[in-house]
């Protein structure tokens, strides 16, 4: 299992932009053959400031997305739109407390 993180600091004029193409891109995302989990965070303070948080099968499972025409086509656009350049970084879940 991967889990992978990406900040995205949008224009703040650009917002709504980012959101209507997650929002027309969301379903195709997640059920992309190796995608288990998808969200999108805001952050509390900073309206403009967004993070997707997904959980991908293995390393080749995202690597696959990333190498997608689906992928190239919401990316594409979404850089676009970015304010600051964008921190992705992928991770492997040790624990979890509940």
């Known amino acids: 299992m991967l889990v992978r993180i990406v900040r995205m600091t949008f224009q703040p004029e650009k917002t709504a932009d980012f959101l209507s193409n997650f929002e027309a891109n969301k379903e195709n995302i997640r059920n992309f053959p190796g995608c288990t989990h998808l969200e999108l965070w805001q952050d509390f303070s900073e309206k403009n400031i967004f993070l997707t948080y997904s959980i991908w099968e293995s390393e080749e499972a995202l690597n696959k997305y990333r190498d997608s ?7 594409g656009f979404t850089k676009t739109l970015f304010a600051a350049k964008p921190v992705a970084f992928s991770s492997k879940k040790l624990q979890e407390v509940r």
Do not use: A, P, Q, T
Not at 69 to 75: A, H
């Open 69 to 75: 025409e689906l992928f190239k086509s919401v990316w």
